[in-house]
């Protein structure tokens, strides 16, 4: 009888061990690069891709697509994170999401304007854990957009959780107008645009935009 008990506990240990290593080769292979995401990275020309385009139906469904974590151990994610850095000088916008090239992997570029400096950084793996319930309405755009720009209402407060590109955690607590790009990057990510959220009626075209943000300065 003992021998019988022995051999069960044995075995279901032997099934939970197996079960784990299961869960955690899949797990490792959801992080890992598929072989259409490295053709796409390997195929950027002078570090550029182009940005995807909601007026492209096959574009515009990457957009859409709910992102997966990204193993920042990876050769691969340097060399994307390089791309987007790259691809987002080239375009002279204020963030990037990954899916916006092509990739639909957790990670955003932002500009930091709540910094010295403003610089450019990478965030890993990042989500919004707090939103504050009190909002600011303001003018977005969109790089993946060319309809033009909308009034959007975003938290005026947020926390959000991170690795940087050495693996490390981070929680940071953000605000202002810094605040709304993680919000409109991190949208990108679950497959959310501007769009779905604006509080205006319409898009209001960039050259109409650009004129009343001139004569708005004027009258400053």
């Not at 940087?164 to 953000?174: A, F, L, P, Q, V």
Request: proline residues 2%.
């Amino acid at each position: 009888m003992y021998k019988s008990v022995f051999i069960s506990i044995v075995l279901f240990f032997f099934i939970v061990s197996c079960s784990s290593v299961k869960v955690k080769e899949e797990k490792n292979s959801l992080l890992s690069f598929s072989s259409d995401e490295k053709a796409l990275i390997d195929s950027a020309k002078d570090e550029i891709l182009p940005v995807m385009q909601t007026t492209s139906p096959e574009e515009n469904s990457v957009l859409r697509k709910e992102s997966i974590d990204i193993n920042h151990a990876d050769t691969y994610s340097a060399v994307l994170e390089k791309i987007m850095r790259k691809t987002l000088e080239k375009e002279k916008g204020v963030g990037l999401a990954a899916p916006q090239i092509g990739i639909n992997r957790n990670i955003i570029i932002v500009q930091r304007f709540d910094k010295e400096e403003k610089p450019f950084e990478a965030y890993y793996n990042i989500n919004i854990d707090f939103y504050s319930k009190e909002l600011q309405e303001g003018w977005e755009g969109c790089l993946s957009i060319e309809g033009g720009f909308g009034k959007v209402n975003r938290s005026k407060e947020i926390t959000i959780t991170y690795q940087d590109s050495k693996g490390e955690k981070h929680t940071e607590k953000i605000e202002g107008f810094t605040a709304v790009i993680f919000q409109h990057e991190t949208d990108h990510l679950k497959g959310i645009l501007f769009t779905d959220k604006m509080s205006s009626e319409k898009l209001v075209p960039k050259e109409e935009y650009r004129k009343m943000k001139e004569e708005s300065a004027g009258k400053n």
